[in-house]
């Protein structure tokens, strides 16, 4: 059973940075899709971004358009930990975060649809006060 476990929400100002950080339990493949959601109150979970790897090679990422040029994800493989990186934060960037995990089948396409994804974090909030 995958597990993940996300860190580092907080309270940050417009035009701050956070750095998420999701932990990964030992009990998944090499070959990684994971991905960045958050939902904010009475809306949907949306895709920010996501990334197929295997140690520190990436092959394959995408980002939401709101996110990119300030958002941005990556692993540390000594630690099995993924990041999101996230600069110039706005309000609208307020929500619940979470990481998300699939297992690769034939390809390194890895898209942000929260369908595909089957292992779930618990989510860490992230407030952006103007």
């Known amino acids: 059973q995958v597990q993940l476990v996300e860190s580092g929400g907080g309270s940050v100002q417009a035009g701050g940075s956070l750095r998420l950080a999701c932990k990964i339990s030992?009990?998944?493949?090499?070959?990684?899709?994971m991905g960045w959601f958050r939902q904010a109150p009475g809306k949907e979970r949306e895709g920010i971004g996501s990334?197929?790897?295997?140690?520190?090679?990436?092959?394959?990422?995408d980002y939401a358009d709101s996110v990119k040029g300030r958002f941005t994800i990556s692993q540390d493989n000594a630690l099995n930990t993924l990041y999101l990186q996230m600069n110039s934060l706005k309000p609208e960037d307020s929500a619940v975060y979470y990481c998300?995990?699939?297992?690769?089948?034939?390809?390194?396409?890895?898209?942000?649809?929260?369908?595909?994804?089957?292992?779930w974090g618990q989510g860490t909030q992230v407030t952006v006060s103007s």
């Open positions: 998300a995990a699939r297992r690769l089948s034939d390809s390194w396409y890895c898209p942000r649809r929260r369908q595909d994804f089957d292992y």
């Open positions: 030992e009990y998944y493949d090499n070959d990684k899709c």
């Open positions: 990334i197929a790897f295997n140690g520190d090679r990436t092959y394959y990422s």
